[in-house]
């Protein structure tokens, strides 16, 4: 019962969430559970049902994270007031960080980045006469 209470939590988020399966969890949870007893609380656990909830949820919230980005970019494009590039820069780092591509950071170097610079977001504002 101490397994349950100390491993079950963890085991169930790597299953559910990130993916994983039972051998690799049984790896990563350093063999201080063993297969069989994944296993088993995978069954009275439920963790396939909740698996296939969280993908769809997860699939819903990036559906709608792509519709926003969408609209921001055609509103930016129709009417580019520095408010409107605002929300769709913001829309679009959502949407890199929710699929796990680095965020600008300021550690990174402008080389690194692939994102809009000052420089860039500056030339653009003058392009668009939003200076």
Known sequence: ???????????????????????????????????????????????DTKRKEYLEQTKDMYEEIIEIARLTIKEAKANPTSHNICAMSKAIAALKQYQGVKVLEDETTPKERKGLTEDAVKEIEAELGLL
């Open 1 to 47: 019962m101490a397994k349950l209470a100390i491993y079950n939590d963890e085991a169930k988020r790597l299953y559910v969430q990130e993916g994983l399966s039972l051998d690799a969890i049984v790896g990563i949870l350093a063999n201080k559970v063993s297969r069989k007893t994944l296993y088993n609380w995978k069954i009275a656990g439920e963790w």
